[in-house]
Structures are given as C-alpha cells and as structure tokens.
C-alpha cells in the first residue's frame, strides 16, 4: 500500500523554474558554519555563540573592536549574480538607532543587502547605497523572521521579501559586484554590524524559489489523500483549475482539469518519491503542493 505525505509550500513555482532552481549552498547555523550541501567551505565565525536556535551576532563592528561578530560565508560556488534568491531567517533582539544591514552580499563590493532602521522597517539595497528602496514594513521584536532576496537581470527585478510578502522592489539593470560571492553580517564601508541572530541561510541559482513569489494568489486548495487517489477540494470560485504533477526535475507527468467541489485524481501508478502540484486557475494564478509517495 503506498502511503501519501502532504506539504503545502506556498507561492508561484513555474515548471521552467523547478527545472532551473537549484540550492547551492545552506547553512543551518545551528551549532555550526558548515554548509550542508557540501558545495562550499565552512563559513567563517568569529566571536559567535549558537543558542535560541541560530548563530548570534553581538552588533560590534569587529574592525572597530576585536570582540565584535564576524559571520561570513565564503563565495559560492556557481553563484549566478544573473538570477539568484537569498533566504535568511533573522532574529532582532532590539532595534538599531539608525539604518544598519541584515545581511551584505559581497563585503568588498556591497552589492546587494537589506537594512533595518530604528523602527524595524525594512530596505532593499543594492550597488552600495546607490539603489536604496524603503519598504513600509517593519520585522517584529524577539520572534523568528524571514527574509529573501531575489534578482533576475532579464527583467532588471530585484525585490525583497519578508515572511513571503514582497515588500519592497525596483529595476537594477547591472549589479556591481566583480564576482564576489560571499555573505556576510556586516557593512564594513560604514563600520556597521546586525545585532541579533541568523539560521537557516539558504542561495539559490535562482529567481523562482517556492514560498516567496509575490503571484501566490490561487487560495483555498484542499488536497487530502485516500486509497492510490488524492481528493482535491476547489473553491466554488473557481469554476475551472489545471492540476500538473511534476516530479523533482521538472518533468511533467500528468495534467487533469479540475472543476469546483470535490475532484478524485488516480496517482496509483506514480512511483516512490516526491512530486510537486502544480495548480493554475482561468487568470493564471497558481500555487504548489508538494506530496511523498511512500510504498
């Protein structure tokens, strides 16, 4: 009998997008600066601490004083600076008195980061300051955040999120980084240091990453499993859905239209593995499902 494990991950991931997105590096942060991905070095710590589930950094500029936090990771390896997304969880014990960055891409370079100001809002930056676009969002106090940072040069877009909302963007037609690929908690032009913590930073060669698409509007899907079928609840709002299963590479296996109400779509034949829903409404609107199959 082959038992069916559902995860719903929010947001717009297209069938050429699967294809493409690839994770590069990850770094849990957890009790340690590996990537466990194994693609790229340890990151680089200095003067850090692991607790609350992350890495904490002290907000003292180290090259001001030697006690302050250093986390760096080296430069990635196949790093696309074309078409890229940045995923970081934050934690801020107190807000900073004036703008200071999350998160720096490229420490020689500041290519790319975003900022928090004394309020808790948020700004995306970009070539060291010339492009700085304020959100009007603010990331709450003492609570796991997230944030992602995305480019795609083809349309110029380079958009922040927080918590898979997109908050702030603007068109950046070059980015001037001379290929430096590393990350880091600091902005070393200012002498300016994020005070709080980091987990769970994850890169990828690209744009299109489930969980931060700013397109994620098709709500209400239900999907429940029953013997070698999926039940598959639509909205009564939506009179017509296509429904793809698409496996892990970006194949597309099957497509069925579904109408609203309850829909039973047969998956006896699917093997063992994991595969992701693909669900597009009349207007284009689409969210994903990801099932394990499990014989």
Same mark, same amino acid.
């Given at each position: 009998?082959?038992?069916?494990?559902?995860?719903?991950?929010?947001?717009?991931?297209?069938?050429?997008?699967?294809?493409?997105?690839?994770?590069?590096?990850?770094?849990?942060?957890?009790?340690?600066?590996?990537?466990?991905?194994?693609?790229?070095?340890?990151?680089?710590?200095?003067?850090?601490?692991?607790?609350?589930?992350?890495?904490?950094?002290?907000?003292?500029?180290?090259?001001?004083?030697?006690?302050?936090?250093?986390?760096?990771?080296?430069?990635?390896?196949?790093?696309?600076?074309?078409?890229?997304?940045?995923?970081?969880?934050?934690?801020?014990?107190?807000?900073?008195?004036?703008?200071?960055?999350?998160?720096?891409?490229?420490?020689?370079?500041?290519?790319?980061?975003?900022?928090?100001?004394?309020?808790?809002?948020?700004?995306?930056?970009?070539?060291?300051?010339?492009?700085?676009?304020?959100?009007?969002? %603010?990331?709450? =106090?003492?609570?796991?955040?997230? @944030?992602?940072?995305?480019? !795609?040069?083809? /349309? #110029?877009?380079?958009? +922040?999120?927080?918590?898979?909302?997109?908050?702030?963007?603007?068109?950046?037609?070059?980015?001037?980084?001379?290929?430096?690929?590393?990350?880091?908690?600091?902005?070393?032009?200012?002498?300016?240091?994020?005070?709080?913590?980091?987990?769970?930073?994850?890169?990828?060669?690209?744009?299109?990453?489930?969980?931060?698409?700013?397109?994620?509007?098709?709500?209400?899907?239900?999907?429940?499993?029953?013997?070698?079928?999926?039940?598959?609840?639509?909205?009564?709002?939506?009179?017509?859905?296509?429904?793809?299963?698409?496996?892990?590479?970006?194949?597309?296996?099957? %497509?069925?239209? =579904?109408?609203?109400?309850?829909? @039973?779509?047969?998956?006896? !034949?699917?093997? /063992? #593995?994991?595969?992701? +829903?693909?669900?597009?409404?009349?207007?284009?609107?689409?969210?994903?499902?990801?099932?394990?199959?499990?014989?």
């Amino acid at each position: 009998m082959k038992k069916i494990y559902l995860t719903l991950i929010f947001g717009l991931l297209t069938v050429a997008g699967l294809q493409a997105q690839t994770l590069l590096a990850f770094y849990p942060f957890s009790s340690n600066g590996v990537d466990t991905t194994g693609n790229n070095e340890d990151a680089y710590l200095k003067n850090v601490t692991f607790s609350n589930g992350g890495v904490y950094s002290n907000g003292i500029y180290n090259g001001n004083d030697t006690t302050g936090s250093v986390i760096q990771t080296p430069s990635i390896n196949n790093f696309n600076f074309d078409d890229f997304t940045v995923l970081l969880d934050f934690y801020v014990e107190e807000y900073p008195d004036f703008d200071k960055p999350i998160i720096i891409g490229g420490p020689s370079w500041r290519w790319l980061g975003a900022y928090m100001d004394e309020n808790g809002i948020l700004t995306l930056m970009a070539n060291d300051k010339a492009v700085f676009i304020k959100s009007e969002k %603010s990331a709450a =106090l003492n609570t796991w955040n997230t @944030l992602a940072l995305s480019y !795609e040069k083809n /349309t #110029g877009q380079l958009r +922040l999120y927080l918590n898979s909302i997109l908050i702030a963007d603007g068109n950046v037609q070059e980015l001037t980084h001379n290929n430096d690929g590393k990350f880091v908690n600091d902005h070393r032009g200012e002498g300016q240091t994020f005070k709080g913590y980091w987990r769970n930073l994850k890169i990828y060669n690209s744009s299109v990453v489930a969980g931060i698409d700013k397109n994620n509007e098709l709500k209400g899907i239900q999907v429940l499993r029953v013997r070698g079928q999926l039940k598959i609840l639509i909205p009564e709002n939506e009179k017509s859905v296509e429904m793809q299963v698409v496996d892990m590479n970006g194949n597309k296996l099957s %497509s069925n239209v =579904l109408t609203s109400g309850k829909n @039973l779509v047969n998956i006896s !034949e699917i093997r /063992t #593995g994991s595969y992701l +829903l693909l669900f597009v409404n009349r207007s284009g609107q689409q969210a994903v499902e990801k099932i394990t199959v499990v014989r």
